[in-house]
């Protein structure tokens, strides 16, 4: 090989590497002093490799890199409220704990108070207990960044940035996002989005409740950001919760230390406080405490179904707006379980831990005890927070909503079978779980291989009978509750009303979650990634929401009539291509899920 060949080879292979290296360093969000170091190491092997034998210095070359990169590994940080220089603070607003700031956002259109806390840190020995009303401020309390995510197993932000182009198509570039964000048992904390141009009208609330399994989540999820709904005239409120561990364990020694008896709602408790303190505390930024709409998504809207039926919301707000979740089946599929399986499982987690009681799994660091293997994503009765099974609420019509905007998008299911293997000799036993003795009966009504999915991944990885199988559990798992809401609020003869999305796009597309972003107005985020017509969707969808929080009616003149559900109509809103009343696709799925829950 020649000279000039064996230059031109080093170039490419140091450039080869050094570019890779650079992509590794911004997906895994490390700290700027690493791209310098990175720099600098590049630079000096250009110049001195001359000096050294090429395997030795090639060799310190790649492990210079390796060292930089685990030494300049991003910190963890809590998530600023408005990325960048010059953000500029709002003025003082007096609450109940003293006095506190936010900060506008970039246009100068909306104000946001992020990490208000809303109970004190549930840590040591308030760790499985109720929360407890935080304490008054010291001077004037910042709130320009978001609180810490709750406790919950993270991925690293290598593999957030994979998942992100992978899943969702888009990854944005920042010179601000050098860190991983915080998580930490100190997370009760709330964020308000309010019009910067306020007058001296109430506004309505809303007050959003994050999904995630009631294991995973933040209060600052992009997808359900309140900019868009602040400029619209609307309070726009999120928040985080006890999860997992934290949040849902029960223990008899718990009931038993506990004033009210309770145990296993901790994170559904935490929701409750954050609404009575919003309930008590929103007047300070111009909203109607008499107007407040609880809202949520997946695990978030089987809260918001808890929330309609615990005795300790009553007043506390006016409507409901439910996506893609419920627990109002006999025998709820998820985000539901008996206290007798609750407490089973704490006993569990004892034997997990080597405890021998409460005082000792409070010894145990957060870090350790989120990597149980236990299962802890479920509310249950607990007498206090929740005093019956939901639908025995709703038997009575004591659920508090006066109005409900629920819904489901057109492939809920599919992301959570990605591991099932679905084929024509196994289809029958898989909906078992989900019809029991009636999914013969289930597999004949939706045979294997009667619904295909567009979705080529999903079918070559999961056989022949994987698009029916999503089918099905698509709407056992999510649809089938919101059938089950509409029909108790219509029984009540309450307003309800219900909508079917179907929008295909490049990121999430219709599967679970895959509205939010429409509907409450975050498509801008992803630049690049959403089309025109996304976008008119969106605008509909957003004047729904909106409309349905300030007066209970989704409807205006400006928009198709979406029709409420009632004893002689069931049909619901179609969110796609066009914007119309149909019928729901899975009602002859219910008729048979019907024979299964009431047995």
Known sequence: MTEKHSKAGFCIGLGIISILFFILLEFSKNTIIGWILAAAVITAFIFLR??????????IFLCALVLIYFLTAPPAKRVPAVEGFGVEKTGVVRVAQGELTGVY?????VEIYAGIPYAKPPVGELRWKEPVEPDDYDGVLACDTYGPMAMQNVNSPLYGSLYRILGFHRYDISLFDNYKEARSEDCLYLNIYRPADHSGEKLPVVFFIHGG???????YYTEYRGDDFAKQGVIFVNFAYRLGIFGYMANEELAAESENGTTG??????QIAALRWVHENIAA?????????????????????????SPLTKGMFRRAIAESSSVLQKKPYHT???????LKTGRDILKEFNASNIADLRKVSAEKLVTTKTANSSMTVDGYAIVEQPYLTYEKGENHEEALLNGFNAKEGDAF??????????YVSLLEPIAGKYASELAAEVPAGSIARDQKFIIDAGGEAKGSLCEVYSAAWFTYS???WSNYMAAQKRPVYEYYFTKTNRSLSNFHAGEMPYAYGNLWRAKGVYTDSDFELSEKMQKYWINFAKTGDPNGADLPLWEPVTDKNSKVLEFGETVSMRDDPYLHIYRILDKYQNE
């Not at 001359?50 to 060799?59: D, P, Q």
């Not at 539901?336 to 609750?342: I, K, L, P, T, Y």
């Open 213 to 219: 399994s009631l294991t995973t989540g933040q209060s």
């Open 336 to 342: 539901f379980r008996s206290m007798e399986d609750a």
């Open 482 to 484: 919101h059938y089950l």
């Open 265 to 270: 709602d901790y994170g559904l408790l935490d």
């Open 285 to 309: 930024f111009g909203g109607d405490p008499d107007n407040i709409t609880i809202a949520g998504e997946s695990a978030g809207s089987s809260s918001v179904n808890a929330l309609c039926v």
């Open 417 to 426: 079978l990605l591991s099932y293997k679905a084929t024509n000799d196994n």
């Open 105 to 109: 956002n970039k246009e100068h259109t």
């Open 50 to 59: 001359k000096k050294t034998k090429k395997v030795l210095s090639w060799a």
